[in-house]
C-alpha cells in the first residue's frame, strides 16, 4: 500500500514535470544589440559583410527585438530591392534617434540600412532572417514567410490557446488520485 506522504510527493513531482514542460509555450523574446559593442556604424574597409556575419551568429524568433546604438545616422527597414540598390524612397520604417528597437513581428527576413548617403555602399547594412517561434503568428496568406509560397508542415499553436488545454489535463490527472 502507498503511503499518503509518498503519493502527496509523487503529485508534486508529477506537477513539477508538467509545468517544466509546457513552458514551451510561453517564448520569451530577447533583445540583440546590433553589432554588439560596435554598435550601428560604417564596418570597417577590411569587412563590408560585418553586419551579416555578425547577424549569422545569431538566432533571431518572433518577438524577439533588435536595438541599434548610433550616432549621427540613421536605421532604415527596407525591401529586398531596396537593400541591394541601398536606397529606399519610402522605407518601411525610419528612426534617427540613436536609440531605435524594432520588434521582429513575424518569420522571414528583415533588410536594414542607414539612411545616411554611402554608409550602406560601404557595408552599413543588415539581413536578419527570422525563425518561427511555437507561438508565433502566421505569416501573411500564401507566403511561407520569406516571400515564396508554400508550407513547412508546422502547426502554430498561440500559448493562449495551449495553456488551457494543459492547464485543464494537469487538473483532471490530479483529481484522478
Known amino acids: 500500500m502507498v503511503s ?6 509523487c503529485k508534486i513531482l508529477l506537477c513539477l ?11 520569451n523574446s530577447h533583445e540583440f544589440e546590433v ?16 553586419y551579416n556575419d555578425w547577424a549569422s551568429k545569431q538566432r533571431f524568433l518572433v518577438k524577439d527585438t533588435v536595438y541599434f546604438n548610433y550616432k549621427k545616422d540613421s536605421v532604415l527597414v527596407v525591401t529586398d530591392d531596396e537593400y541591394d540598390k541601398c536606397h529606399s524612397s519610402h522605407p518601411i520604417f525610419f528612426s534617427n ?19 545616411v548617403t554611402g554608409h550602406c ?12 517561434s511555437f507561438n508565433s503568428p502566421p505569416p501573411p496568406a ?6 515564396s509560397s508554400g508550407s513547412n508542415g508546422a502547426v502554430n499553436i498561440p500559448a493562449a490557446v495551449a495553456a488551457p488545454f494543459v ?3 494537469m487538473v483532471a490527472f490530479f483529481s484522478f488520485f
Open 4 to 9: 499518503k506522504f509518498m503519493m502527496g510527493s
Open 17 to 27: 514535470i508538467l509545468l517544466s514542460s509546457t513552458q514551451f509555450f510561453f517564448v
Open 35 to 50: 553589432g554588439d559593442d560596435k554598435g550601428w556604424a560604417v564596418p570597417s574597409s577590411k569587412n563590408d559583410d560585418f
Open 97 to 115: 534617434n540613436g536609440n531605435t528597437t524594432y520588434k521582429l513581428d513575424r518569420p522571414g527576413l528583415f533588410y536594414f540600412i542607414s539612411g
Open 121 to 132: 555602399e560601404r557595408g552599413q547594412k543588415l539581413i536578419i532572417k527570422v525563425l518561427e
Open 142 to 147: 500564401g507566403q511561407n514567410g520569406n516571400g
Open 167 to 169: 492547464i485543464s489535463a
